[in-house]
């Protein structure tokens, strides 16, 4: 279709139409000087019926003087191949001009597009604030008339989704209280109170070859707690595993100097102990330097309360950890191969990392009180996060016990005069029995058989201490005078069920 225009359009109609120009010659186009080998044509479409004069669409691969004209759209000067064609219908194609042109600069027009973009931003703002202070008055004024049901504010300024009055679920509340992610000051504050103690002592083993026991010296680190001095002793609340056994302890202050120290006093059953050291072993600076911790009220605790962890984890030194309390009052059941131990306690359980060495350790409270005693770690592959600390209300009346109370001289100490047999909580479990100490012989005349204690009861209370060996039961009365009056509790099986009863026993003296 040389030299010929093609409209495609149907019924004539030139709203829009696509033009294929394959030759040199065109009923509109005009053909001007050649200007540096270039080509100038007014491509425009003049149609009394075309869709606009400046608005034509080509789509052609029309090859003029050898030129290829890319794919253009024209509107007041159509974009072609790198070329800009002005209205006047001039078009100029990757020219190499033969003489530099002066190139017309365009005016700017006065209130360019920042002074628009300002005044539109002026009108949504005083619209924004028209309509927002509009919507307030209206809802303020409905809100009177009709009487306000929609509403679920909390105390502490919660808001939750609007809720009808008569079905209204309260909201849950926010708390403003601060949670200090710095423990720095509380640390560096309760730190002199706590110590690292060395538990030096003998361990037996049975030889490949069989033979007598042989022994070994084992060294074992746990943590305690300054809890009280007076004139001669500064006193140390740890857990009984921790000192079980001792043949030296060495206790190490927060300067790193280094003590020799002696069990004051130990329950077992509460997995409680206290030591001593000697103020006159103490250097001068060591004192000064030195705290008796501050007790608070564990009682008072809720889950969710921050706490955090001091104590000689793995022996390296004072270390910190910081965690939750997440959960009270959760009854454990603790079983001590090496104290040969085992009880129930309802414990404190925190996400604060326990680890071996942390034992007798504080759990403290964000005021920097003593919570609890750190005592032991649920160790599990599948379990992550649970230790547990005895807590400071149960722990104190015991460890005030254990510091006020002295050990009655061999010659002048209590015998009960019975025989017996732990019963540990597995073994009460297995066979529906409570634990204690069961009594497997009643010695004649003593102050057992006298107060009506008899075989096959099982001691649980010693003059209002829980009691759950007959080590534990022995050390205690160790505290007693022969002659003392003091209520033992036991358990009595009657027609398969047992029963509690309390008896009151004047100690005797062993002969």
């Not at 539109?120 to 008339?145: D, N, P, Q, R």
């Not at 996400?351 to 005592?375: F, K, R, W």
């Amino acid at each position: 279709m040389d030299g010929n225009n093609y409209n495609n359009n149907q019924n004539g109609s030139s709203d829009s139409f696509y033009s294929y120009n394959n030759g040199s010659q065109s009923n509109q186009q005009t053909e001007h000087a050649n200007e540096g080998n270039v080509n100038q044509y007014n491509n425009s479409y003049q149609n009394t019926n075309s869709y606009s004069q400046n608005a034509g669409y080509q789509q052609g691969s029309a090859y003029q003087n050898g030129t290829y004209q890319n794919t253009g759209y024209q509107q007041n000067g159509a974009y072609q191949n790198g070329g800009y064609q002005n209205t006047n219908g001039a078009f100029y194609q990757n020219a190499q001009p033969t003489g530099k042109k002066q190139k017309k600069k365009r005016e700017r027009k006065p209130g360019g597009f920042g002074t628009k973009l300002a005044k539109c931003a002026a009108i949504a703002l005083v619209f924004g604030l028209v309509s927002g202070t509009a919507f307030e008055g209206v809802h303020l004024v409905s809100s009177k008339a009709f009487g306000n049901d929609e509403t679920a504010v909390s105390d502490s300024g919660s808001q939750n989704a609007l809720t009808k009055a008569d079905s209204k679920v309260e909201a849950t509340s926010t708390s403003s209280n601060y949670v200090a992610t710095d423990v720095s000051d509380i640390v560096s504050s309760v730190m002199p109170s706590i110590v690292a103690i060395t538990n030096v002592s003998e361990t037996e083993y049975q030889s490949f070859w069989g033979g007598m026991p042989q022994t070994y010296e084992s060294t074992s680190c746990g943590s305690g707690i300054i809890v009280s001095q007076d004139d001669n002793y500064l006193y140390i609340a740890t857990n009984n595993h921790v000192v079980n056994g001792a043949n030296s302890l060495t206790v190490t202050f927060n300067d790193e100097s280094t003590v020799s120290a002696e069990v004051k006093g130990t329950v077992p059953s509460t997995d409680l102990a206290v030591i001593r050291v000697a103020l006159s072993s103490i250097e001068s600076d060591t004192m000064n330097n030195i705290k008796v911790a501050t007790l608070g009220d564990s009682d008072s605790l809720k889950v969710g309360n921050s706490c955090i962890a001091i104590g000689n984890a793995l022996g390296y030194g004072q270390s910190v950890t910081v965690g939750y309390i997440s959960a009270l009052n959760r009854q454990v059941s603790v079983s001590d191969s090496e104290s040969d131990t085992s009880y129930t306690a309802d414990l404190i359980q925190t996400d604060a990392a326990i680890n071996p060495g942390n034992s007798g350790g504080a759990l403290l409270s964000a005021n920097g009180e003593v919570i609890g005693i750190n005592s032991v770690k649920y160790s599990d592959t599948s379990v992550e996060g649970i230790g547990y600390a005895i807590p400071i209300n149960t722990a104190a009346p015991i460890i005030n016990d254990l510091i006020t109370k002295e050990k009655v001289d061999e010659s002048d100490s209590a015998y009960l005069g019975i025989a017996g047999v732990d019963v540990t909580d597995d073994v009460a479990k297995t066979y529906n029995m409570p634990s204690g100490v069961y009594v497997a012989q009643v010695t004649g005349g003593s102050a057992a058989e006298q107060a009506g204690i008899q075989k096959g009861d099982i001691i649980t209370e010693f003059d209002g201490k829980q009691i759950g060996s007959m080590e534990e039961l022995s050390s205690t009365m160790e505290y007693y005078k022969a002659g003392t009056t003091v209520d033992v509790k036991i358990e009595r099986s009657t027609n398969g069920e047992y029963q509690e009863q309390t008896i009151s026993v004047t100690l005797g003296k062993k002969n």
